[in-house]
C-alpha cells in the first residue's frame, strides 16, 4: 500500500489565520490526490480531488496543491466553521489511502 | 437526492461474522460508472478501506482484509452489503458505505454505524 503521512498532526490557530497542511506520499501518486473534512461524528465531506480541483459547494477560501509526493491544503483565512479534521487521500493506486488526519483547533 | 444508510448490528462478538446493510436511495445501485464500497474508521487504524463493488457483481477488496471480505450486491433491493468473518477486537470501528466513480473519490457518503466487536 502507499503510505499517506500528514503534517502536523494538531495545528492550533486562530479565526482570519492562514494555515497549511501538508501530505507525503511514500511513491508518486501524480495528481491523484483527495482532501477531506470530518467533523464529531460526521462522514467526512470531499472538498478537493486531483490535488487542487475545487469540489461544487466548497469555500474559495480552501486550496490544495502540489505533484508527485508532496501535496498541500491551505485555508486563506480561517472561519468558525473550518475547525475540523481534515484527511489527505491517494487514488493513484488501489486500495485508495488515506492520511492519519489533520485536526485544526482554536488557539 | 443521493441518501446511503447503513443498518446491522452495533455489537458482534469475536470469531463471529459482522454484516452490514447499506441501502440507497435517490439513486439506482445499477446506475453506470458508480461504485459502491465500504470504508472503516477506527481510532487506531484511522480511515481504511474495504472494498467495492459495482452493479454486475465485480468486487474489489483491500488485500489486507480479502480474505474475510464479501461484499455483495442486491439490485432489486436497492442494497449493498458488507460481510466480515472472524472479527476481533481490532474490527472495531465505525463502518461507512459510499458511492465513488471508477477512481476512489467518495463524493457520497453514509452517515456510519459504529460496530463494536466484544463479547
Known amino acids: 500500500d502507499i503510505q499517506m503521512t500528514q503534517s502536523p498532526s494538531t495545528l492550533s490557530a486562530s479565526v482570519g489565520d492562514r494555515v497549511t497542511i501538508t501530505c507525503r506520499a511514500s511513491?508518486?501518486?501524480?495528481?491523484?490526490l483527495a482532501w477531506y473534512q470530518q467533523k464529531p461524528g460526521k462522514a467526512p465531506r470531499l472538498l478537493i480531488s486531483?490535488?487542487?480541483s475545487l469540489e461544487s459547494g466548497v469555500p474559495s477560501r480552501f486550496s490544495g496543491g502540489g505533484s508527485g509526493t508532496e501535496f498541500t491544503l491551505t485555508i486563506s483565512s480561517l472561519q468558525p466553521d473550518d475547525f475540523a479534521t481534515y484527511y489527505c487521500?491517494?487514488?493513484?493506486?488501489?486500495?485508495?489511502?488515506f492520511g492519519q488526519g489533520t485536526k485544526v483547533e482554536i488557539k | 437526492q443521493l441518501q446511503l444508510q447503513e443498518s446491522g448490528p452495533g455489537l458482534v462478538k469475536p470469531s463471529e461474522t459482522l454484516s452490514l446493510t447499506c441501502t440507497v436511495s435517490?439513486?439506482?445501485?445499477?446506475?453506470?460508472?458508480?461504485?459502491w464500497g465500504w470504508i472503516r474508521q477506527s481510532p487506531g487504524k484511522g480511515l481504511e478501506w474495504i472494498g467495492s463493488?459495482?452493479?454486475?457483481?465485480?468486487?474489489y477488496y483491500n488485500p489486507s482484509l480479502k480474505s474475510r471480505v464479501t461484499i455483495s450486491v442486491d439490485t432489486s433491493k436497492n442494497q449493498f452489503y458488507l460481510r466480515l468473518s472472524s472479527v476481533t477486537a481490532a474490527d472495531t470501528a465505525v463502518y461507512y458505505c459510499?458511492?465513488?466513480?471508477?477512481?476512489?473519490?467518495?463524493?457520497?457518503w453514509g452517515q456510519g454505524t459504529l460496530v463494536t466487536v466484544s463479547s
Open positions: 459510499a458511492r465513488h466513480g471508477e477512481q476512489q473519490v467518495v463524493k457520497h
Open positions: 435517490g439513486d439506482s445501485i445499477s446506475s453506470s460508472g458508480h461504485y
Open positions: 463493488i459495482y452493479y454486475s457483481g465485480s468486487t
Open positions: 511513491q508518486s501518486i501524480r495528481s491523484w
Open positions: 486531483e490535488a487542487s
Open positions: 487521500q491517494q487514488y493513484h493506486i488501489y486500495p485508495g489511502t
